[in-house]
Structure formats: C-alpha cells, structure tokens
C-alpha cells in the first residue's frame, strides 16, 4: 500500500526518473527514494470483484438520471397542459342570464310626440324692388290678407302706365275698325240696291248687259270689302284684349308690391329690413321675408310601434302631457295614419290633431302621447344593462343549445328608467344575457355563472 501511495503521489507531482536518483521536474534537488526491492514496478489490474462494482456504480448512476430527466420533463408537460386548459376556460366568458317578466296589464301606451303648426309656410316676394316698409314683426297675430310690407318697384309702374296707354291705343284702333266697317256696310247696301235696279233693267233690255255685269261686280266688291272689314274688327278687338291682359297682369304684378298674410296665424320669423334689395320667386338669390305658421289647431306627429299599429284608428283620442304643463292634459284625435309600417323602425306614424284656440302649445314643441288602446296586451320587461347598441340596431344576446349565444334584433315600447318594455324579438323562456361582453357574438361560447 505504501508503495502505491509513492506511485500516485509521483504521478501527480509529475516526476521523471533519472536513473537511481530522480529529480523533480519543478527543482533540481535529488529525491531519496527507497530500493527498487522495496515495490513491485509492474502493471497492476483491479479485481474483478471491484470492476463490478464500479459498473454497478455507473449503471446506478445512468438510470438515476435518466429517471431525474424523466420527472423533470413530464412535470414540465403537466405544468403546461394545465396552463393551456386553465387558459382555454378563462377564454370563454362567463355571463349571467335573466328571464323577460311579463309587464303589468295597462290601457294605453305613453309615446314622445311632436307638435308641428297646421300650416307652416315661408313667404318671399313676387315683385323685385326694394323694401319700403314692413308692419309686424316676430309674434305678432295676423288674419288673412293683412298688410306685412310694402316694396317699391317704379319699374312695374312704369309697365303699368305703359300697358294702359297700349289698351287705349288698341281701343281707337277698335273703334276706328268698327267705323270702317259700318261704312263698308253702308256702301255694299248701296251696291246691292244698284245692282239689283240694274238686274231688272237689263231684263227688260232697257240696259246693256255690259253695264250690268258692272254693276253687279261692284255688289261683289262690296261684300268682299264688308268680310275684310270684319275681320279688321275681330283683330283690333284681339289686339284690345291682348293688351288688356297684359295690363291685368302688371296690375297683379303691381299688387305683389304689398306683401300680405296668406291665412290666419302668426309671424315667426322676419328676415328683411327697409331698403333691403327683395328679389322675386323661392329660387337663386331670392329671400324669405317672413315665415307664418297657423298655430289655432296643431298636428302632432307620433310614431307608434307595430304591436299597437292595430289600435291605432282614426277616431281615437289621446292625452298631451308636456314638461312646462305639470298637471295639465291637452286632448287630441288621431284623424289619419300613414297605413304602412316603417321597415327600418318597425313602426306606424300617426298623425292628432289637438285643439289651440289658447294658443298655449307652441308648434316644435316634444310632447308625451298617452295612447289608449282599445285591446291592451301584457308585454315583456328587460333590464337596460341586457341592451347592445351596435350598428346592426337595438339587440340582447339570447342564450341557445345550453351554451352558445345569438344576438337577436328586438323592438322597445316604454321606457321605465332602469327597465325598458320589448314588445317584439324575445320571448318569455328565453335566457337573456345580462350585461354582455363589447366582443359578444352570435355562436360564441359561453359559460353561465354558477353552472
């Protein structure tokens, strides 16, 4: 053993032996060594015992690490299948539903309105001139045929001045044709009278022929003077009726100059002043100079949902309620309908007619309709929080096949704040999504909370 010892310990120091004295390869002091007789030079080989051992050894060492990669690597698989599952159901959104309730049995409907005059019409000027003077302003109460303003237009009465010379020229004219004719029949009178005396004469050849053909010719010339003449008469009368329509019409024309109320009502707006420059028609650079509205009766407009378009007749009244009239009710009458429903509202416009004599509505004015229906029917009551507002229009989400969603268009009645009336789309066993998702889509999975 101790030379083995000396073996290994000369190995590491890395010595070389130099015959019976050996130096170490870092000094060059002799190193005293035992005799040669003291250890065996040759080879030495483990025991077969120990080479076993060794490769036990090894082997036990392969199959340790070989089973530590093992555990390593399928806990790192375990890890991320559970990651990838808890992943996947954290996808999938959870929601909660809710029933429709069915709402309260009621006999009429409240619906916004909005109140319009009866007539409305803007007023411009049909003469072109300048403004002279106007007479009422914003607010004021006029009847029909009132004075509003005055235009001053002296080119029109010129043409007035004008045509009326013309319609007196064209009446001498006619009396002077008329004149011509009655001498015409005056002189075929007297040709006719000749020429029969000249017609008796010649038959009894008291005459020459000669001078009765004359004669004769002459009547002839007559009668066709005398047709001339009358035609003469008929053109000149033409010519006087011409121009005394072109005097009615500047005289019509004159009469625009004064601008004056069409019907009874009120004065909303006023858009000229004096010397303004008023330019005639509704077109280019023309101006409305006033705007009336009749406000005696109104019409209130109101759109009324297709599950009450049965209910809405002409003949049935209608309450107004107005925020500025706390405890007052104005009553209307629906006196017509448009009889088609509106396909991108799903509803029927309604037109009531409500009385004003006191003039306390005010046309443009938002009123709220109680409508009376004749057969009231329950309709279903949804939370606001189950709507989605998206371009495709008002929709909930819907729960089908026991998890997937599908968003269904629906038709609103009332509104009740934090509920809202559906009167179309749903129906009462359905699941209504509360509270749904912005990325919410038809056929998305979903996961009901609880469940």
């Given amino acids: 053993m101790k030379i083995k010892a000396?073996?290994?310990?000369?190995?590491?120091?890395?010595?070389?032996?130099?015959?019976?004295?050996?130096?170490?390869?870092?000094?060059?002091?002799?190193?005293?060594?035992?005799?040669?007789?003291?250890?065996?030079?040759?080879?030495?080989?483990?025991?077969?015992?120990?080479?076993?051992?060794?490769?036990?050894?090894?082997?036990?060492?392969?199959?340790?690490?070989?089973?530590?990669?093992?555990?390593?690597?399928?806990?790192?698989?375990?890890?991320?299948?559970?990651?990838?599952?808890?992943?996947?159901?954290?996808?999938?959104?959870v929601v909660s539903v809710v029933h429709p309730k069915l709402g309260a049995l009621k006999n009429e409907v409240v619906l916004p309105g909005n109140i319009q005059a009866y007539t409305d019409s803007p007023i411009y000027a049909r003469s072109s001139g300048y403004l002279k003077k106007w007479y009422v302003d914003i607010g004021g109460r006029v009847k029909a045929g009132q004075l509003l303003a005055d235009i001053e237009a002296p080119e029109i009465d010129q043409q007035v001045l004008q045509a009326k010379a013309n319609v007196q020229q064209a009446e001498a004219a006619l009396e002077q044709a008329r004149a011509t004719h009655q001498q015409g029949k005056t002189n075929e009178e007297l040709a006719r009278v000749t020429a029969e005396r000249w017609k008796n004469l010649a038959a009894r050849g008291a005459v020459s022929r000669q001078e009765n053909d004359q004669y004769q010719a002459q009547y002839e010339a007559a009668l066709a003077n005398i047709q001339a003449l009358e035609k003469a008469v008929?053109?000149?009368?033409?010519?006087?009726?011409?121009?005394?329509?072109?005097?009615?019409?500047?005289?019509?024309?004159?009469?625009?100059?004064?601008?004056?109320?069409?019907?009874?009502?009120?004065?909303?707006?006023?858009?000229?002043?004096?010397?303004?420059?008023?330019?005639?028609?509704?077109?280019?650079?023309?101006?409305?100079?006033?705007?009336?509205?009749?406000?005696?009766?109104?019409?209130?407009?109101?759109?009324v949902p297709q599950a009450y378009s049965r209910s809405a007749t002409p003949g049935v009244t209608a309450d107004l309620t107005l925020a500025e009239f706390p405890n007052r009710r104005f009553q209307g009458t629906l006196v017509r309908t448009a009889e088609s429903i509106d396909a991108s509202t799903r509803t029927l416009l309604t037109e009531f007619a409500v009385d004003n004599g006191s003039g306390a509505l005010l046309p443009g004015a938002y009123a709220q309709v109680h409508f009376k229906l004749s057969n009231a029917a329950p309709a279903l009551v949804l939370p606001v929080n189950a709507l989605i507002f998206r371009s495709d229009g008002l929709q909930v989400g819907v729960l089908r096949q026991g998890d997937k969603a599908e968003l269904v268009n629906i038709t609103l009645g009332r509104d009740f704040g934090s509920e809202v009336e559906v009167t179309s789309g749903i129906t009462q066993s359905d699941l209504v999504i509360a509270n749904p998702p912005d990325s919410l889509t038809s056929g998305t999975t979903v996961r009901v909370a609880g469940h």
């Avoid at 005799?35 to 090894?58: I, M, N, V, Y």
């Avoid at 069409?262 to 028609?281: E, M, Y």
């Fill in 234 to 303: 008929t053109a000149a009368q033409s010519n006087v009726t011409s121009s005394q329509a072109n005097l009615s019409r500047l005289e019509q024309m004159q009469g625009f100059e004064q601008v004056r109320a069409p019907f009874d009502g009120v004065i909303t707006a006023r858009n000229t002043d004096v010397g303004a420059l008023i330019n005639s028609g509704n077109g280019g650079a023309a101006q409305e100079l006033f705007h009336m509205a009749a406000t005696g009766r109104l019409r209130v407009y109101v759109n």
């Fill in 6 to 93: 000396v073996l290994a310990v000369r190995a590491l120091a890395g010595e070389y032996a130099l015959g019976p004295v050996r130096f170490h390869r870092m000094t060059t002091k002799p190193i005293l060594e035992r005799p040669e007789e003291d250890f065996d030079p040759g080879p030495r080989f483990p025991s077969p015992r120990k080479a076993r051992f060794a490769w036990l050894l090894l082997l036990v060492l392969a199959v340790f690490t070989a089973v530590l990669v093992t555990s390593g690597i399928r806990t790192r698989i375990k890890a991320a299948s559970a990651v990838k599952q808890e992943t996947l159901e954290l996808a999938v959104p």
